[in-house]
């Protein structure tokens, strides 16, 4: 449970072994690559970027053919398809793979080929469908779109906008053009919409005849056919059928290629993979026949490492401690219980060079405020079953989803143990279940108080919980300060606070106010009460000499000592406050569950209102767990990140990030045993 100790580690072997050895730590996972460092003229670095970019774009090719196989063809998943986390298999398999490796790329193009025919094809139905559409109104024409007439007269052939009759036409025309005398109109089709004619005149009278339409909306139509109405319109259809042939046989095609879907899945990590692989060979240093790596490795890994690569493999391995390396990376190790605590902290920052983990106990408060700001026993038992089931069945699970569902299992039995303490069941539905449709009220009583009817005990134990979680961050920053060799600032930085919150808390609680407030009063004598009142003043002159310490000059310094002080009284009462946010919401799971329950229960007993009651209650606490279990992780991080590390936690430090396999699909295992 703490952060790893990391050594630095040196390979140099011969440059026909350079592939092999890659790729066998890139299996292991635990060597992070450090850049190459050029300093003299005998070692030069290579320039792998074209391969990576031709690696990561034939994954992409893959992944996007796998994406159009699951299109057409959608694989039979379960809900729960994304917790099975990568299928092992081992080095030989790949081995295996690699010699069919171009055969299912060329597969992956022309799946994206025949997705893009079938794009094309469906792109070029509408069109057809929109012609035969556009084509409908001149079924009746007896000439093609495109006939201007003959020796003696010219043809018009178009549409006017609305609905016209040949009367109303014809009155049109010569209202226009009176002049305009020897003409023919028929009308071929007629809506609302638009109306389409045509119109036949001598030559001689076609310039008039042409000024007159255009004057009343005349529009010739918008893409003419040389071929009769009903000739063109089957040879749409005829067109048309064609494109859903070439659809049909695409499709059928590409169903061929179904059962290479895992084929192409592994081309997609194989790819990954040897992309990552390329861009660790741009921070290689190298001469002709050589090369030389360098990175860190965790303590635990590096010995056991070492041995295998000088046993398989003809090189040099040299391994250094990294302890004063200031860019050295951060990894933590830790149990169980406190692991799923690790991402929460990484959202914040990795701990910095000298600082200790403070996951372990973060994790004990955070569980514990969690369940006090949820707190009904219900609700925890649900999500501890969900996620434990879960956690149970899929062993092999995505790391972030384990500590994810890890995280709330442990949050979910810190809300059943203080649902049984504050004897919250999904609110009070024992007692209003029991009452309306049993005729007798049935209850179980708390096992220490309902917070309901002792608002203000609660109140006071949430900030005893705060107070007891603020000294565990100053107890931090004495292990800190102790790992750094700052002994005396243990005394000024954490003794003298500390002191502080601890006397006037004595005091607070032998005082009547207190016992007003809570029922119970610390048995303190009046002289023990000034004694603490005096070794409370003395640790404030304490602050105020040591507040500014680093200041040369002594005016600053006791004005940067009062700043100081203030800040501790001002942080202590903020701080301790803040913790009231427990009490809240823990408050408002319980008050809006019992509201649910009591709406449930209106309909009275019988069969009716139980149907009543299940609808409601199944409606109502879902959305009362979705909302408080937000609430309750969203302030569980504040009260972390603010109140908690804000006493002692710098940060700053820079995740490990190992040269390894980031699959999607498939973890390659290696075949000799390692830990």
Request: proline fraction near 4%; hydrophobic fraction near 45%; glycine fraction near 8%.
């Amino acid at each position: 449970m703490a952060v790893l100790q990391m050594d630095k580690i040196c390979i140099c072997a011969a440059k026909k072994d350079r592939k092999k050895i890659l790729e066998f730590l890139q299996r292991k996972g635990c060597v992070e690559v450090e850049d190459a460092h050029v300093a003299d003229d005998v070692f030069e670095t290579s320039d792998t970027a074209y391969a990576s970019t031709t690696f990561l774009k034939n994954a992409e090719t893959a992944r996007l053919g796998t994406e159009v196989l699951d299109q057409y063809f959608p694989p039979k998943r379960h809900v729960t398809a994304f917790l099975q986390g990568r299928k092992s298999i081992k080095t030989t398999e790949r081995e295996a793979f690699c010699q069919t490796r171009n055969d299912v790329l060329k597969t992956a193009q022309r799946i994206l080929e025949l997705d893009g025919e079938i794009v094309q094809a469906k792109a070029s139905l509408i069109k057809f469908e929109d012609r035969e559409k556009a084509l409908t109104p001149w079924l009746r024409l007896p000439v093609p779109q495109t006939f201007k007439g003959t020796k003696k007269t010219t043809v018009f052939i178009g549409s006017l906008g609305g609905e016209y009759t040949l009367e109303r036409l014809l009155e049109r025309v010569a209202e226009v053009a009176p002049e305009l005398h020897t003409f023919h109109a028929e009308i071929i089709y007629a809506s609302k919409e638009k109306t389409c004619f045509y119109m036949v005149v001598l030559k001689g009278e076609a310039q008039q005849a042409e000024v007159a339409l255009r004057a009343i909306g005349f529009a010739v139509p918008t893409d003419p056919s040389h071929h009769m109405p009903e000739v063109k319109k089957e040879q749409l259809q005829r067109q048309r059928e064609a494109a859903l042939e070439a659809i049909s046989k695409a499709e059928r095609e590409i169903e061929s290629y179904v059962q290479m879907r895992e084929e192409l899945q592994f081309l997609e990590d194989d790819m990954k993979m040897r992309a990552e692989k390329y861009e660790v060979i741009s921070r290689l240093m190298h001469t002709r026949h050589v090369f030389v790596l360098k990175g860190y490795v965790p303590q635990k890994d590096g010995k056991r490492l070492q041995e295998i690569l000088l046993a398989r493999f003809n090189c040099a391995v040299e391994i250094t401690s990294a302890e004063d390396d200031d860019n050295a990376p951060v990894a933590l190790s830790n149990a169980a219980f406190t692991a799923p605590l690790e991402p929460v902290l990484e959202s914040y920052s990795m701990p910095g060079k000298g600082e200790i983990d403070p996951t372990p106990v973060m994790s004990v408060f955070y569980y514990i405020m969690f369940g006090l700001m949820f707190s009904d026993a219900g609700y925890g038992l649900i999500m501890a079953a969900v996620c434990g089931t879960l956690l149970f069945v899929f062993k092999n699970m995505p790391p972030n989803w384990k500590k994810n569902l890890g995280l709330f299992f442990w949050c979910g039995v810190s809300t059943i143990f203080w649902g049984v303490i504050f004897s919250s069941y999904f609110g009070d539905v024992v007692n209003v279940f029991s009452r309306t449709f049993l005729g007798h009220e049935a209850s179980i009583p708390p096992v220490w108080f309902a917070p309901l009817d002792s608002p203000m005990k609660l109140m006071i134990f949430c900030m005893g919980v705060g107070i007891v979680h603020l000294i565990s961050a100053y107890v931090m920053k004495a292990c800190n300060l102790i790992k750094s060799k700052h002994y005396i600032d243990i005394v000024y930085d954490v003794v003298f606070p500390v002191t502080i919150l601890f006397c006037l808390v004595a005091i607070l609680m032998g005082s009547d106010m207190f016992f007003g407030m809570s029922g119970f009063r610390l048995s303190i004598s009046p002289t023990l009460s000034q004694l603490f009142l005096g070794v409370a003043g003395l640790c404030m002159a304490g602050v105020v000499l040591t507040g500014g310490r680093e200041s040369k000059n002594w005016f600053k310094r006791i004005l940067k000592g009062l700043y100081a002080l203030y800040n501790v009284l001002a942080g202590w009462l903020g701080d301790i406050l803040s913790y009231s946010r427990l009490l809240a919401l823990g408050l408002a799971t319980g008050v809006i569950a019992s509201v649910i329950n009591a709406l449930g229960s209106m309909s009275g007993g019988g069969v009716v209102g139980f149907l009543v009651f299940l609808v409601v209650f199944l409606l109502g606490h879902t959305i009362n767990f979705g909302i408080n279990a937000l609430g309750a992780y969203v302030h569980s991080n504040r009260l972390e990140y603010v109140e908690f590390f804000g006493k002692f936690y710098e940060g700053g430090g820079r995740k490990f990030s190992p040269f390894g396999m980031h699959t999607k699909y498939y973890l390659v295992e290696e075949d000799d045993l390692y830990v």
